[in-house]
């Protein structure tokens, strides 16, 4: 077959999705399945740091967490035999540690002996288990402390407990399954312990904490009153704002910013603001979460952002520190006309129409677009011509009839962007050509229309209702764990709640999630 020209994976050859699909029929019910999730890794650093008191983050040894759509929340990850190992060299450094600073000591500070140690391990094990022991469990974690302390001392016993609870299933996996023997039936409901540690993490990327525990045990996360008062305090936490952060910026894709390099050639002045542009994402999506409308239409339309002094001059505009830079003055709107978008989707010597379009299509609208290799398509990029713009080299995708297919909509998208060069200064000029960023979205979407470039295209798409039932999924997404078509009847299951909502309400991220934890959907889980 001849190959389409272009390419539409994502940095580093990964589909640049978010789309949520892998094909095939729709599978599954309303309610999500009864299952285990193994922590991500910024989970496992926040909860060794609340079990242990420690700063460190042993995450950063680890493989990269494997993702489902765009989001590091992920039902399917697993531990193989690398991580298994990096886990135990994690353990052993956080207990020497905690050992050495007096934190264990504290920890079992009664008399040496297997009742201190039993203190210890139902004490700690039930923090470290978000759970309290069962008592096979506390059994099994004596005989551990006296293999390591039988001839040798009440120390050493506590320390390899420690370590073979922060190895442990119970500690690295999140329990979904309700009471023992629930699966049995069709329907189950989760305990109160593992809806503590659903709520703490989804919002906060933590373990549950005492006040969120207690709510537990008095049975408040059976209603959703209840889990609407504790996901309202969580979100106000700095872990909830935090985890806000991180869910917008792994939905648009740009938390890749941090591992996107470019040619120094070509792009000289990128090494020294890429920090910059990093820091810009967190601020203005803190910002306007904590300070602004909470809302996608703001993080799409927003005619500010929060920029340093390098960032700005790349930006042409003056920074005002640590508070809002206007960019009325350049035009410049909102997220996807940011220096990391712009970066992250483009290529390390020019911009990427195709990978612009594609990330607009598939994050922001949520449109289903199947891959290359799905289609059975070699890709063959077009190729180099300096005496044409990269539009001009592109269009042959028009003419093309195994490519203009997908691309009349993804060049549509892309081409919007062209004002902008590959790490996202504005240019007005493309090998010595004047740029046309001018298009026409024509998706069968609320938001078609003429565009003169991709600031007019971002005012479009913040004022879309289609763009927020968007936004309302893939807070699906981010929050459940999954996002393949086994889910897709619970994801529009969710929607269809959603759009019930009060309109004001419906482009609130904030207001999103906690429709979701309210819903019956956040505590039911399918056993079959």
């Known amino acids: 077959m001849v190959g389409c020209v272009g390419d539409i994976s994502g940095p580093g050859g990964a589909s640049s999705g978010g789309g949520g699909g892998t094909g095939g029929p729709s599978a599954g019910g309303p309610l999500l399945p009864a299952r285990i999730r193994r922590l991500s890794n910024a989970e496992y650093d926040a909860s060794v740091q609340a079990l242990l008191g420690t700063a460190q983050k042993p995450s950063v040894a680890f493989p990269p967490d494997s993702r489902q759509g765009s989001f590091t929340l992920n039902d399917a990850q697993r531990i193989d035999p690398v991580l298994a190992k990096q886990l135990d ?18 920890l079992a500070s009664c008399a040496a002996g297997e009742a201190c140690a039993t203190t210890f391990i139902t004490g700690f094990g039930a923090r470290a288990y978000r759970r ?9 974690l004596v005989a551990v402390y006296h293999a390591g302390a039988d001839g040798a001392t009440h120390d050493e016993g506590i320390d390899l407990v420690a370590r073979a609870l922060l190895q442990s299933a119970g500690f690295l996996y999140v329990t979904e399954l309700g009471a023992p023997g629930a699966t049995a039936t069709s329907k189950v409901t989760l305990t109160g312990n593992e ?8 919002l906060g990327g933590i373990p549950p904490d005492q006040p969120l525990l207690d709510a537990a045990g008095a049975g408040q996360l059976a209603t959703g009153e209840g889990r609407e008062q504790q996901a309202r305090r969580l979100l106000a936490l700095p872990a909830g704002r935090d985890r806000v952060v991180r869910v917008v910026r792994e939905w648009f894709g740009i938390d890749r910013i941090a591992d996107t390099a470019k040619d120094s050639t070509v792009y000289a002045a990128f090494a020294g603001v890429k920090a910059s542009m990093e820091a810009e994402s967190l601020r203005f999506i803190d910002e306007v979460m904590s300070h602004g409308s909470a809302t996608v239409g703001e993080l799409l339309g927003a005619d500010w952002t929060i920029a340093d002094a390098p960032l700005a001059a790349v930006y042409g505009v003056s920074s005002a520190g640590s508070g809002r830079t206007s960019l009325t003055g350049v035009g410049r709107r909102g997220l996807l006309n940011q220096g990391a978008f712009l970066s992250v989707y483009a290529h390390a010597s020019e911009t990427a129409p195709v990978l612009r379009g594609v990330a607009t299509m598939r994050r922001v609208a949520c449109m289903a677009l199947k891959s290359p290799t799905e289609l059975n398509i070699v890709v063959t990029p077009p190729m ?4 044409k713009t990269t539009r001009q080299r592109f269009d042959v995708h028009a003419t093309d009839p195994v490519c203009q297919g997908c691309h009349r909509s993804i060049d549509a998208f892309g081409f919007a962007f062209e004002g902008y060069d590959g790490m996202g200064k504005a240019r007005t000029t493309d090998s010595n050509l004047p740029i046309d960023s001018a298009t026409v979205v024509a998706t069968g979407l609320d938001f078609d229309g003429s565009y003169a470039d991709s600031n007019a295209l971002a005012a479009a798409l913040a004022a879309s209702a ?13 929050s459940a764990g999954r996002s393949d078509d086994s889910v897709a009847v619970a994801e529009a299951a969710f929607v269809e709640a959603w759009s019930a909502l009060p309109a004001d309400a419906q482009g609130n991220l904030i207001e999103t999630l906690v429709a979701f934890v309210r819903s019956p959907q956040f505590v039911e889980r399918s056993a079959r």
């Open 89 to 106: 060299v994690a353990a052993l450094a956080l207990v020497s540690e905690a050992r050495g600073s007096g934190k264990l000591t504290a």
């Open 132 to 140: 309290p022991l069962t008592a096979d469990e506390t059994a099994a």
């Open 195 to 202: 809806a503590a540690a659903a709520l703490s993490y989804v």
């Open 384 to 387: 180099p011509d300096p005496s």
């Open 466 to 478: 289609d763009v927020r039932t968007c936004a309302a999924r893939q807070i699906f997404r981010a």
